[in-house]
């Protein structure tokens, strides 16, 4: 086994990695980048070492630096995490020129798979069921259009060698065909330095299946069972579960047996997974083989009790699989929810900024042992990479944690999400939390009618909006606010006592995640005979007691016993009360204008990026919806359009530029 590992790769993989590494005894080496110089994975390594600027391609994805690290430390493995470098068979000849082990499969299956088309032609050859498609060489614009119009829309453009929903379009008619290959080519070129598509039937409502799969050198190989992961958005996924619900055992046993012969197809060694498409008829389809750990690799690890990296450090150092397919099984079952710092309801874009406040659930460190005993498993399980004062930043995915929780069945899984979602504390930017709450109790989720289309089929019910007990947590602000006056000010020490035994105090709020500027109005009164706190014209009796900061506070109104924690941020109260989370102003403070603009053909930057491509001219004229200005943040790219029909009067930035967040991009004479 290894003595000292060098980990190349940030955030809540990198901590992944480490945590094996220090129960094995394992020497772990750290890299970062300027922007992560005080990042939790360089605090929880033995060691770490500064590999350049923010930007990835200065510092995360320069393979020469890595190697230099590595070599300097004496590190005598290199695990890439997923994403970065981790598909990237460069990185791995070079690891192998330097006398590094790289923690990944032999670069023939890097490079086979890591083509999507040559895959395709792959496993086209060894009889494995593929969706209709187009995977040739020919990248002509004319033969991409007839290819397409043979297939019959609508149709699915792929990046050939992406990854993660990158470079991906759906094309409905044959007229939308040269934007989407356009911008589809863009994207692939900028995320993996290469334009090739290929081009797949796309199927209505289908499935994503996917089969983790193990070898050795010693041409051993498993598959260890399969996980769902059809909730995506964006292609990208945002809730997974192991075992898939609904499958049947037989449909489990031959998607299985296939993932191993893709994986002997390509004499495969290490970590791997196959990516199926199925129908709703139960046929599954050959999509992809992702050639290194997944991000969604924990709900199989819970299902099965092994430490999948573990496995990976083993098989890399030489040793054989520690267990062989009739020892494998499957105990119960796995969610996992992934925490992002974005804004569902503005197309989940993603946000930045300070994490001011972050609380989760009562979860068991990650212990699971190399030989899975049961008794090892937690029913709650956090792995992230940020910790509470750490930033957000627009040079990285935007991702917080993953909620992993297990249960005896599905149904036992989904109340343990359920209540630890409603555990989970964020102020800072805008988390998807409230709609993965939304979406794991919606009625498709929770009845296993799983499809890749799901969120959008369920948009209106799942962004509808919710009436939540704003009274209530109105009044939890309030008694956080006394409090903090009690504890600040000489004058309220004695909690309002006077000596005419009287007090009044009017309090108004603003509800932040309305959009005006409407206020309400609080009366707290307090007499001989105690407190009154009066609200939408209703009159209670109020007692509280408890806390300030983030602490625990809880009240009496009226009849009503209420508990809460309430976070104070200057004049901003966020309270988290039965799940909700709300957040009020105190008084009269300035409107956050930027977190109000919502909708579609906004005329500034939704969030710190670069200008990839400017569609008008000035004095064009243009209808609304006109796309005119594509921006790339957060490795995804945004299309501003034009909010109403009118002029195009000045261009304000240019191909390349960097913009700040909430930047007039343009300005438009609007006509009638």
Not at 294 to 307: I, Y
Not at 478 to 506: C, F, I, K, M
Not at 599 to 614: D, H, N, Q, T, Y
Not at 644 to 671: F, H, N, P, S
Request: with cysteine; charged share 25%.
């Amino acid at each position: 086994m290894f003595k000292k590992i060098l980990i190349a790769n940030r955030g809540e993989i990198a901590c992944r990695v480490a945590a094996t590494c220090r129960r094995l005894g394992i020497h772990s080496v750290a890299v970062y980048s300027d922007a992560d110089a005080k990042a939790k994975h360089v605090s929880i390594c033995d060691e770490a070492v500064h590999i350049g600027a923010a930007p990835t391609a200065e510092s995360y994805l320069r393979i020469e630096r890595i190697i230099d690290a590595a070599q300097r430390t004496g590190a005598q493995a290199v695990h890439p995490g997923y994403g970065f470098l981790s598909e990237n068979e460069a990185f791995a000849q070079a690891c192998a020129a330097a006398g590094i082990a790289f923690i990944g499969p032999p670069v023939g299956a890097i490079a086979t798979m890591g083509s999507k088309a040559a895959a395709k032609t792959l496993m086209q050859a060894a009889a494995v069921p593929l969706v209709p498609g187009y995977h040739g060489e020919d990248q002509d614009c004319a033969r991409l259009q007839r290819e397409a119009d043979a297939i019959g829309y609508p149709v699915l453009l792929k990046a050939s060698a992406g990854g993660g929903g990158k470079g991906m379009r759906v094309v409905e008619r044959r007229e939308e065909f040269a934007a989407a290959l356009t911008s589809c080519q863009r994207e692939a070129a900028s995320s993996f330095g290469n334009d090739r598509v290929l081009i797949e039937k796309y199927l209505v409502r289908p499935r994503h299946v996917e089969v983790q799969v193990f070898a050795d050198k010693h041409r051993n190989a498993v598959y260890l069972f399969d996980r769902d992961c059809s909730v995506q958005r964006r292609h990208q996924k945002v809730l997974e579960e192991a075992p898939a619900p609904g499958l049947s055992d037989d449909t489990r046993r031959a998607m299985g047996k296939a993932a191993v012969a893709v994986a002997r197809a390509v004499d495969y060694v290490g970590a791997g997974t196959v990516e199926f498409i199925m129908t709703p008829g139960g046929e599954f389809y050959f999509m992809e083989m992702n050639t290194r750990l997944q991000v969604e690799h924990p709900v199989t690890e819970m299902v099965t009790g092994l430490d999948l990296v573990e496995w990976q450090l083993r098989v890399a150092a030489g040793e054989k699989l520690p267990l062989q397919q009739h020892e494998l099984h499957v105990s119960g079952h796995a969610i996992e929810a992934r925490i992002y710092a974005e804004n569902p309801a503005r197309g989940f874009l993603p946000s930045t900024g300070t994490l001011l406040h972050l609380r989760m659930p009562d979860a068991v460190e990650f212990r699971l042992g190399g030989q899975g005993s049961p008794a090892s498993r937690a029913p709650v399980r956090i792995d992230s990479g940020v910790r509470q004062g750490d930033t957000i930043t627009p040079h990285y995915d935007p991702m917080i944690a993953k909620l992993i929780v297990h249960g005896a069945d599905r149904g036992d899984a989904l109340a343990r999400l359920s209540r630890a979602l409603c555990e989970i504390e964020i102020v800072g930017p805008h988390t998807n939390i409230e709609f993965l709450h939304r979406i794991s109790t919606s009625e498709p989720f929770t009845h296993a009618d799983l499809d890749t289309g799901l969120i959008e089929r369920h948009h209106a019910v799942l962004f509808a909006r919710r009436e939540k007990p704003v009274g209530e947590a109105l009044a939890l602000a309030t008694a956080a606010l006394l409090a903090r006056e009690r504890d600040t000010s000489p004058w309220t020490a004695l909690s309002h006592w006077r000596l005419n035994g009287h007090y009044t105090q009017v309090i108004e709020w603003r509800d932040v995640e309305r959009a005006d500027d409407a206020t309400i109005a609080v009366r707290f009164q307090c007499d001989a005979n105690g407190a009154v706190l009066e609200l939408n014209g209703k009159a209670l009796p109020f007692a509280w007691w408890g806390g300030d900061g983030a602490h625990e506070l809880g009240m009496t109104l009226g009849v009503q016993r209420i508990t809460g924690r309430v976070f104070v941020d200057r004049d901003i109260f966020h309270v988290f009360s039965r799940g909700d989370a709300f957040a009020f102003e105190w008084k009269n403070l300035l409107a956050h204008a930027a977190d109000a603009e919502h909708g579609e053909g906004r005329l500034s930057a939704p969030m710190p990026g670069k200008v990839i491509a400017v569609l008008v001219e000035p004095g064009a004229r243009v209808k609304k919806g006109t796309p005119l200005i594509v921006m790339e943040a957060m490795k995804m790219e945004h299309t501003i359009a034009a909010p109403a029909a009118g002029k195009i009067e000045q261009i304000l930035y240019a191909v390349g530029d960097q913009v700040a967040d909430g930047a007039q991009l343009l300005t438009l004479e609007v006509t009638a």
